[in-house]
Every structure is written in structure tokens, then in C-alpha cells.
């Protein structure tokens, strides 16, 4: 099978990977790729929203599959292009995708099937927006309502803040088109879990349960990132909590989309909120997390392809999907100032050879080559995972290999997965 991978971080790595593992797979095209992708894919400069541009390689190339990584192209419907023209892709369409793309179509969705998550309204409008939040207990959430690059949340723990997230937002409009529409939550006091899963429309399976560090400094301090590092399987989520997981949130989800008319086929993927054992869902999205992608798949078992198969052909009810008995650890390597301004262009030394050995592979996330030399080209820049057969075996090869790469300004938590290895581990 011939394979396109849409998008260029550190998850779109991971799944051209995986999907290179597959001995059903003759080769893998991506577009646009990176310089660790070129490594194991024909990389394409097509940009990850070009639909047009996408639709035509496909057809040009006789592409069996596409599979796509960003929300962007999701969003902007890439998947009913793709199936009027009979060309085969995994990922949600467009109404699909707004389980991830609006947070008050999600939350009215939610809050219709009952569906445990933080109490919340919505509002377009500055008066009414202040005047809810007037008489609130603190702290309270306040969202950007679009998609935001997971930047247009603010936790108020103050009146002053709250107020001033919410004229950013509808006034100033500092989150542009995403911040239109504020939304205005009661504040969860628990420990996070991302639970992912396949959806074929009727059947979900949820994948292992993983968690990322979205905050840039140890001990979950300073500002929120695109995620710093990620571990599975998280301890958190035991088998009696995915199980509830999956007849609370997963089915009611799969269900609701597809009563109204938009089937969810593709990655489910639950933000959840743990408070005293019960799940809440801080949020969906409709794609593969990054970076949990890169400690999710290195444990699949089952063909990545068959599963995506699977999916596109809603067979999933029929397919066993199995799991290695092994831990995974990604620790992301940034450029100096992110998730501030930071500089591109810088080179990097000490990386291992492209496929990685079995048990240590450093994904990259913002990387380009330049005169043969790979330089950084954005603000997260590697993840490097490892596995092991628990995590504090995994987090020491990642944090052993983490150590040999170095380039200016490089930064990276020491302490991701701790939360989840005991001290003697
Ligand atoms: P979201 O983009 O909605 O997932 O929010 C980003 C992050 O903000 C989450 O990963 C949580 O750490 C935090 N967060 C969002 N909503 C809440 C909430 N209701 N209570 C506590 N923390 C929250
Ligand atoms: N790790 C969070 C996300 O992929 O949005």
C-alpha cells in the first residue's frame, strides 16, 4: 500500500514510523514532513491545509490511503473532499470535527447526553459575559470558544483575571476569529488523563491511556506549551476507569455525532479531568495527541494499518487490537524562549541514526535539513521516547539519549513521568 501522512511535528513522525513497520506498506509519502520524516518518507512541500493541492498529489500518485495528522486540515473539511472523490482517508469530516474545533458545540453535545464535564456557558456578547462572572466562586476557566493551539485557556484565581481574560478575548480580540465566543467553566480540582481512541462511526476502542506535561517548567510551572513530554501507560487509568471512560464519555460521544448525522470515524481523543476516581472531560479532540502519539504507538501491537483499515471500513467490531506489555516515555526538547519568542536556524549535534535502536527513537517536531546539517525550524523541536518495561526503565533511556543531543538554547523538563514513578521504581 502506498501511504500519505499529512502534517510536519513530532506526531506525524511517529505515525510515518509506525506505519513503516507495516509490512503491508510499500512506502509512505508525506507532506510536508521534516527533517527526521525525510528519513523514512518521501517528503512533499505541500502545506497540511492545501486541500486542493492534497487532493490532486493523491490522485496524481494513486495514493491508497491518507492519513491525517493537524486539526487544520480536518476543520477545513479535507475529509468530505476526499470522499466525494472516492479517495480513501482516516479522520472525521468536517461536522465530525467540530467536537474539537467548538467548544460550545461540544459542550452543548455534552451536556444534552449527560456527559460528565465542568459546568459552563457561553457567551458572545461583553455584558452578559461580566455579569456571570460578577458573583462566581474562584477560580474559574475562561476558553477561547475556536481553536486556539491549546493557548486560549486562562485559570482565573482572581476576579481581576477572569475580567481581563474575557475583554481580551470578545474586545480585544486577542485570540482573532477562535475568541469571538468565550466560554466560561467552573474549575476542576483533579489530576489530567488523555484516554484516545479508534472510532470506525459505531465502535470506539480506546487506546492505552497516556498523559502530557502541557506546562513549559518542572513541577508543572511557568506557561502552557503545545505539550512538554508524555508517558503511557499512565497509571491513572486502570481498567475498572477506562471502563467507565468508555461507557460514559466514549460511546455516549460516538453515539450523539452519529445521531446527528456527522459519524465520528477516526481518533477520538479525551481530554479528561480525574476528580476522586470520576472522569470529566476537559475537552475532545479529533486527531492524534501530540505528543502522547509518540508513547501511544511504540506499545500498539496490532498493525497500525490493519487498524486504520479498520476504521475507514467500519470493521472495527471485528478486530482485536492488542497492546505490548511496556511503558513509553517522550521527553520534547524546545528551542530557548518557547513558548515565547525563539530563534530557528540553529544546528543540532549528537542525533542517532534514522531508524533509532527498538528501544529509543527521537521523533522530530521542528526540524529542517540545511546544507545537510538538521537545524531547528520551531518552537518544540525533538521528542525523544523510549521504551521499557516499566516507565522508570523508559524515562532513563529517554532522559540517557535526551542528554546526547544538544543545540543552542536547548530545554527540556527533567521530570517528566515522575508523577507516575514511584521514588525506589
Ligand atoms: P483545554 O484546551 O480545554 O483542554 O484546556 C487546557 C488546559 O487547561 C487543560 O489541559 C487543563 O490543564 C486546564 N483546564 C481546562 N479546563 C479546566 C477546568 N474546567 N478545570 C481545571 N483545569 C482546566
Ligand atoms: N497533547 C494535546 C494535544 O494534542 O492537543
Known sequence: MKILVIGSGGREHALVWKLARSPRVSSIVCAPGN???????????????????????????????????????????????????????????????????????TKDLLVRHRIPTAAARSFDALKPALDYLEPHPLPLVVKADGLAQGKGVVIATTREQAVQAVRDMLERDTFGQAGRRVVIEEFLDGEELTLMAFADGKTVVPMVGAQDHKRVGDGDTGPNTGGMGAYAPAPLATPALRETVLQQVLRPTIEALSKMGSPFQGVLYAGLMIVRGQPYVLEFNARFGDPETQVVLPLLKTDLVTVLEAVVEHRLDQLPIEWHDRAAVCVVLTAGGYPGAYATGTPITGLPDASGSSEVVVFHAGTKRQDGTVVTAGGRVLGVTATGRGLAEARDRAYGQARAISFDGCHFRSDIGARAIRPTG
Not at 528519513?39 to 492519513?67: G, S, Y
Open 35 to 105: 527533517a527526521g520524516i525525510e528519513q523514512l518518507a518521501r517528503c512533499v512541500p505541500i502545506k497540511a491545509d492545501d486541500v486542493a493541492a492534497l487532493k490532486a498529489f493523491v490522485t496524481a500518485e494513486k495514493i491508497d490511503l491518507t492519513v491525517v495528522g493537524p486539526e487544520a486540515p480536518l476543520a477545513a473539511g479535507i475529509v468530505d473532499e476526499f470522499r466525494k472523490a472516492k479517495l480513501r482517508i482516516f479522520g472525521p469530516t468536517r461536522g465530525a470535527a467540530q467536537i474539537e474545533a467548538s467548544k460550545s458545540f
